[in-house]
């Protein structure tokens, strides 16, 4: 990515889905999409966008360079790689907010009038898809901000001893640890917050309800998860939870309780809590590692599907 602002080199529209755009002087970007345009409507890929980049690599392919829109984009860009952008990214100008919610798309071979004409189509390969968020016009020469989505997590140490400085907490950097380094290879940017509490259900109830409501995107705690009289994190979390989702942590259980028994008795639950996604793991680093392991394997496609992209 080499920087993170785009200048709009065309915008084209075209009444009939899978044909060429062409240029006009100015879009108006609404609700539905684009006014007058084939793919409006009511779902994920209100937009077509194209990078300039993108087109003059295909037409070396080519053997000429084809023109704003050729490709069915609705707006044509230059000075930022879209092919490495990721959904819930945004693009962002003066008028407008744009939600990138597809990158590439299935190609539909000959029975695309832009493939019969080019002989191929980079679209599927580094075309992004995005939503109207804010509408407004755009039109060429307009400089859009291409925002790159942050993770935002907050993990939470349930430890009486840990809380009161008694012993150091492990488990919640080594959450921290375990993000950072799996979104970092992703280059997904994170920001996570740390705190150490004791194993106190009205404390607890507390954060979260002031935690829930937007300020993050996933909610894990470690600790308490066991059957002593101070484990409390599932007995508090289960009922705050708007909708629960059992079926990674009884894989879990399952996955790991085959060869290590103890595993069968954490009773870690998972859901949705107001916008944000809550886990509870036990205290023990190892544990932590195996929870994660299996977590991060999900947490796009939730994303993804709590905001309504049909990412499948």
Known sequence: M???ILTVVSVNISEARGT???????????????EGDAHAGHWHRQVSILGEESIQ??????????GPGEFAENITTKGVEL???????????????????????????????????????????????????RGGKVKAGDRMEYVPRLYRYLVITLSDRASTGEYDDRSGPAIKRFLEGHFG?????????????PDDKV???????????????FIITTGGTGVGVRDICPDVIRPMLD???????????????AGKPNALLSRGVAGLMGSAFVYTLPGSVRAVNEYMTEIVKTMDH??????????H
């Open 185 to 197: 290879l992703l280059k997904r940017g994170i920001r996570t917050d740390n705190v150490i509490m």
């Open 83 to 133: 092919g490495e952008t990721l959904p819930l990214d945004r693009i962002i100008s003066e008028n407008t907010e744009l939600e990138i919610t597809q990158i590439g798309k299935k190609c539909h071979g000959t029975g695309c009038a832009i493939y019969n004409e080019t002989g191929n189509c980079v679209m599927p390969k580094e075309g992004v898809f995005a939503r109207v968020i």
């Open 20 to 34: 060429v755009k062409k240029p006009v002087p100015v879009i108006h970007l609404g609700e539905k999409g684009i």
């Open 57 to 66: 690599r295909f037409g070396k392919e080519l053997g000429r360079i084809p």
């Open 203 to 217: 404390k607890l109830r507390d954060l979260l309800e002031r935690s829930c409501r937007g300020q993050y995107d």
């Open 302 to 311: 939730l994303l993804y599907m709590y905001h309504g992209i049909d990412a």
């Open 243 to 257: 909708k629960e989702i059992p079926g990674i942590m009884e894989m879990i259980r399952v996955k790991y309780g």
């Open 2 to 4: 080499k920087g993170n």
